[in-house]
């Protein structure tokens, strides 16, 4: 079962990025919205996953800038999405043919 919110450790932890590095990211694209508490702890919504998965996806896989996402989000949000669903499947695909070429070779 999917939760409502996630901690800032559970989405660092999740996409192997810094803490530091969620809050930074907040600073610098308007889309991040994580919701506070009275204490101002972040509470990330699925929405917020999503758009950490695009930024993720524009910065490491189509290797831009910073300020190159921040214009690539703000202009083509789908997509962004469709792009980073397909390199998913794709690397999805990839990890099962590797398996089974691996089981293959064994036998």
Same mark, same amino acid.
């Given at each position: 079962? !999917? ?23 907040? &600073? !610098? ?23 950490? &998965? ?33 390199? !998913? ?19």
């Amino acid at each position: 079962m !999917e939760k409502l919110f996630y901690s800032i450790s559970e989405v660092a932890d999740m996409f192997g990025v810094n803490q530091s590095n969620l809050r930074f990211w907040e &600073k !610098e694209f308007k889309q991040l919205k994580p919701k506070r508490n009275e204490k101002g702890t972040r509470f990330y919504s699925s929405e917020d996953i999503q758009v950490i &998965k695009q930024i993720i996806y524009l910065v490491n896989e189509q290797k831009l800038t910073l300020d190159g996402a921040k214009r690539k989000l703000s202009q083509k949000k789908d997509v962004i999405a469709k792009q980073q669903e397909v390199v !998913e499947r794709l690397k999805s695909i990839k990890k099962e043919l590797l398996g089974i070429s691996n089981a293959l070779t064994i036998e």
